[in-house]
């Protein structure tokens, strides 16, 4: 029975967390890059309340500007939801919208006719993956807290797709894998990889100047799809030299330490570890992606070797386990340096951390 109330509990918060809503000025910038890809395409929003969602407004005004078949969009009802949501059905609804219904505004979904599900509408649903069967490209924002779940089935269906995600979402072990085989790929972007979302139930913490009534901001939001785009063909340029003391190598993989993707050093041939934000600068033609450093072998980054009884030094003086240094790439130094720094059995000197990093080769120097 406590865990019963346990689960529902954890639910509503999850959809909680959930319920935000993109503006269309974000749709429209990033939408504007991939239009050739939509002609003669059914577009599916598999996470959206047409009389809400900016997904629906955008798809439905530009219906005959980008030659679309079809437009169908689903919306997720569930009745823990009723407290936070701006999603006003009763029930889950879909609609399905043919074009030439609008004179160029926003058509009415109401008008356009909604159609009763039996279910709930989840994405996952029978009469959802129907849907999701007819379409060919998916375009949202889907649930946070299903990413996973809801990447898998886009793969398992074998569709093309543009949705929001976080840029830690592309960590995942599942995530980074497509990622590094070239299945999926970022897509141009936010302004500073950070965007406002339509919420009320949130108290903001965006700084004063970048607060917004009614609106959440949230830093690191991405783009994800694996549709093409010009950005991902631009070379990167590189303008700096490799130098040993620029470049540190790490103590625990074969690898050197770039701390800024800008700072990619242009003749170096080996492996080079970078911050995960090298992905929106990523061209596969330019760079091979590894591995991930996290000390586990399924991100295809072995470490060389294992630190034995590892101990985190933090400022105040106090000692902790130092794991982390096992899960990360580390460097090391011979005089203590500031700021929290780790030892370990048998490593002679102190190590320093680093935040997962990416292992890259630069493919045109061989
Ligand atoms: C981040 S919001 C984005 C809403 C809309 N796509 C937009 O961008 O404005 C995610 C939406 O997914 C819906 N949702 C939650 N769980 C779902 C599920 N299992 N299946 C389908 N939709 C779900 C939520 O109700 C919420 O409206």
Redesign the pocket.
Known sequence: MKNEKNRKLTQAKN?KK?????QLEDIEQELRHYKKHFKNKVVY?????PR????FKYFSLNFEKLGLKKLIT?C?K?QN?DLF?Q?KSEKAIYLEYEGDKNNNQIPDPEEIGIKSLNGD????SEE?IKLLKQSDIVV?????S?FRPYVAQLFEYNKKFLI?GHQNQIKYKETFKLIKENKMWMGYGFKGNAAH?INNHYTDYATAGDHKEGMIRVSGVTWLTNLDHTKRHEDLILYKKYNTDDYRKYDNYDAINVDKTKDIPMNYKGVMGVPITFMYKYNPDQFEILGMTSGRNEFEAVPTKKYLNPIQHNTDGSKINGSKANTSAAILWKKKPDGVYYTADKVKGYLTILYTRFLIKNKKLK
């Open positions: 959809l959930d319920e935000f809503y993109t929003c598999n996470c959206d309340d809400v969602s900016n997904f689903t997720y569930n939801m949501s999603n509408g989840d994405f996952r959802a949202t924002n889907p649930p946070f299903l929001i979302f």
